[in-house]
């Protein structure tokens, strides 16, 4: 019974809403809504990744795009209602546009809609060359001088480049770019992968030799080839990297190792980039229609400059560059930081025998992996996730579904719970010293990255090594000064150090863009990643999206992909269909006005 209400409820709203789009009725539309609603888009009404807020956004872009959008064909997904806290319902449809095919799911509260996502799939009559539409691969019967499929593959990779260029440029092959590579080779769309590496899957194998995911591999499936089903949860990072070259190879892709980004600038008349690199130690010149940085959503790493620096006689490193504590038994090693990468070196030196201590300057969040996984990842990833039906891609467009505005209340209780949960695993970390938060207003790890991708540790194993004094901890203070034989720290306190590591993370992405193409560019796009929340490291104003992500900025032509593995697979989708949208000349002026004001 409860079901067929839940279906009621969002059978006769879609057809309200269907009926008053199809008729171009703005006001009619509107008034669906409550009036503390979100609409989320996903490419299909705005060409960009926006969220509305409030009936008067949703009736502005309504009133600018509804006509030239022109939604139709709306249908529930049979078996997705369901009855929702309150007694509002959830549910499933899909939908097309003048343009598009497209996916959506709604939230109903008292009738009216509280959330709405609507998202892109394909453009109609240009969808991916996949299934039905794949390619025969060989015209059977004789034919003198018959090219293979190795000769047609060596040709484009002679051409590309050199005799055509491509239309989209993709700096980074890690898996953000490979990610995009991929999507784009469906749809299509000639693109070029430039990384200065040797190897995909070289940025993973170059990391310290303890790094493993911190998030489960149900959560981390590139596009279009899931892991074997027998790998394990937490998967290595030279297996990672084993896995990005198979990919690559697998997924047909053009890639130029060894070759190294020097500059890039746009020519607004000609509508294309001019991008200079250097391919095995020889200058070439590309010339994309479209460029994207996929180098992750950080810039260079960032080295704390202290005083007396040039004076230590032992080694200096950041995080980076840091491979093995191998080398370091029983010396004096000192890690600035107290993050991710800061936790996972101290436990990586002290397993081979070092004397370690963490450096703690400023609080961080905690939170262990498992716990994380019960009450809050393995809800969509995980197998019982899949055994519930919760495929990957399920539960990549049930993420989407919530408005971030709506993510810091709904996690605030989550966290309480899991203090509750792990209370004395907190309690002994704090006995021990270490400066604990659960972000500036209690709403966790997850709001952590979105706003600043730092202050956090997923712990794995290394919490137990401070909490039991094994990895010492120096809370509270900072680097005053560096000695010939260690630091000095702000309390008047000396550390004796024959190894000091710099876990202080990475500059802003858009230093990255001031390096490359310009510093007036740099500051056109502006912040990138943070949703403007006004805390700490994520300035306002409020963007309501991750700032200049997998969607058009204020440079013509220059787009930035990034995030975690499940972030890179499902919005490299609709990065793709933007790109191959522009490709074929469709009129796709986007419609942002956060993201794009000047």
Not at 267 to 277: K, L, R
Not at 469 to 480: M, P, T
Not at 528 to 538: A, I, M, N
Request: net charge negative.
């Amino acid at each position: 019974m409860l079901q067929l209400t839940a279906e009621n409820q969002v059978q006769t709203w879609l057809a309200r809403f269907g009926a008053a789009l199809e008729a171009r009725d703005v006001a009619g539309t509107t008034a669906l809504f409550a009036q503390e609603a979100y609409w989320r888009d996903l490419v299909c009404f705005t060409w960009s990744i926006v969220t509305h807020e409030g009936r008067d956004e949703i009736q502005a872009m309504l009133a600018e795009r509804l006509g030239d959008t022109a939604p139709s064909s709306i249908a529930f997904e049979p078996g997705t209602a369901r009855e929702t806290d309150g007694g509002g319902a959830e549910a499933w449809f899909r939908f097309e546009t003048a343009l598009l095919r497209g996916r959506g799911h709604i939230r109903l509260v008292d009738g009216l809609c509280r959330t709405l996502l609507t998202s892109a799939i394909e453009l109609k009559g240009h969808e991916e060359k996949a299934g039905p539409r794949r390619p025969r691969g060989v015209e059977h019967g004789a034919e003198r001088d018959r090219p293979t499929w190795m000769d047609l593959r060596r040709r484009e990779e002679e051409a590309l480049g050199t005799t055509e260029q491509p239309y989209c440029v993709i700096i980074g092959g890690g898996q953000g770019g490979l990610a995009l590579a991929a999507r784009l080779k469906r749809l299509g769309v000639p693109a070029l992968v430039v990384d200065s590496l040797a190897r995909p899957g070289d940025a993973w194998r170059r990391r310290y030799r303890s790094l493993c995911l911190h998030d489960p591999i149900w959560a981390c499936h590139m596009p279009y080839m899931p892991f074997p089903d027998h790998w394990p949860v937490y998967i290595s990072k030279d297996r990672m990297g084993d896995w990005l070259e198979m990919y690559a190879d697998a997924m047909d892709l053009h890639i130029w190792s060894s070759t190294t980004a020097k500059g890039a600038a746009y020519d607004p008349v000609a509508q294309e980039w001019t991008v200079e690199v250097e391919r095995e130690g020889r200058p070439v010149t590309l010339r994309p229609k479209q460029l994207v940085l996929a180098t992750g959503m950080s810039g260079a790493p960032s080295v704390p400059s202290f005083p007396g620096a040039e004076d230590f006689r032992g080694e200096q490193c950041h995080s980076s560059a840091f491979r093995s504590g191998e080398a370091w038994a029983g010396k004096k090693c000192v890690v600035v930081g107290s993050n991710n990468s800061a936790h996972d070196i101290c436990a990586d030196l002290w397993e081979h025998g070092a004397e370690v201590t963490m450096l703690q300057r400023s609080t961080t969040l905690v939170a262990r992996a498992e716990t994380l996984f019960r009450f809050i990842v393995g809800k969509l990833f995980s197998e019982d996730a899949l055994a519930a039906g919760i495929t990957t891609e399920q539960a990549d467009y049930t993420a989407a579904s919530r408005p971030f505005a709506m993510l810091a209340e709904l996690h605030k209780p989550l966290y309480r719970e899991i203090r509750r949960h792990d209370a004395e695993f907190y309690a002994r970390l704090e006995k021990a010293g270490f400066m604990l938060d659960f972000g500036e207003d209690e709403s966790g790890l997850s709001l952590k990255y979105l706003r600043r991708a730092s202050g956090y540790y997923i712990d794995v194993g290394a919490s137990e090594l401070v909490a039991s004094g094994q990895i010492a901890l120096r809370s509270g203070v900072q680097v005053a000064r560096l000695l010939p034989d260690g630091l000095e720290l702000s309390d008047g306190s000396k550390l004796e150090a024959d190894l000091i590591v710099y876990a202080t993370g990475y500059d802003p992405m858009e230093s990255w863009i001031a390096q490359l193409i310009s510093p007036e560019v740099a500051e056109r796009v502006g912040h990138v990643w943070g949703l403007g929340s006004g805390t700490r490291r994520d300035p306002g104003p409020w963007a309501g999206e991750l700032r200049n992500m997998w969607k058009p900025t204020r440079q013509e032509g220059l787009w930035l992909q990034g995030g975690n593995l499940q972030q890179v697979r499902f919005y490299s989708r609709f990065l793709a269909l933007q790109l191959q949208a522009r490709m074929l000349g469709l009129d796709v002026e986007p419609r942002d006005p956060r993201g794009l004001a000047r």
